[in-house]
């Protein structure tokens, strides 16, 4: 039986690129390290106090878009980026095997006799 590894390398994420375009010009995530998301969090604290265009710089960490053109964007815009990137992030961590396998495994109640 082959052993499972997950090699990673601190060159290139195993993961693809979040894309986003605004006005139609497509920009790619900067890299997303655990040092870009301490000045991330810095800002959450920012915001707390009710300072939202701290949410723009938060957009400006993760994606290389100029401020000229985020300062345009509706903060409401600009959560919804900040939302979908979160997301992105979530959603592309690892399964283990046991997580693949449950995720495939006949929900009670479902026909499998197909």
Do not use: C, W
Request: no cysteine; aromatic share 6%; glycine share 2%.
């Amino acid at each position: 039986m082959k052993k499972e590894v997950l090699e990673l390398s601190t060159k290139k994420s195993i993961h693809p690129t979040i894309e986003i375009k605004v006005d139609g010009k497509t920009y790619y995530n900067n890299p997303l390290s655990h040092e870009l998301f301490e000045k991330i969090e810095n800002f959450d604290i920012v915001v707390e106090e009710g300072k939202l265009s701290a949410l723009y710089k938060q957009v400006q960490l993760i994606f290389p878009v100029p401020m000229d053109v985020l300062n345009k964007l509706d903060v409401r815009d600009i959560r919804s980026l900040l939302e979908y990137a979160n997301n992105r992030i979530l959603d592309m961590a690892p399964k283990t095997e046991k997580e693949k396998a449950e995720k495939n495994e006949p929900k009670p109640g479902a026909d499998v006799s197909a």
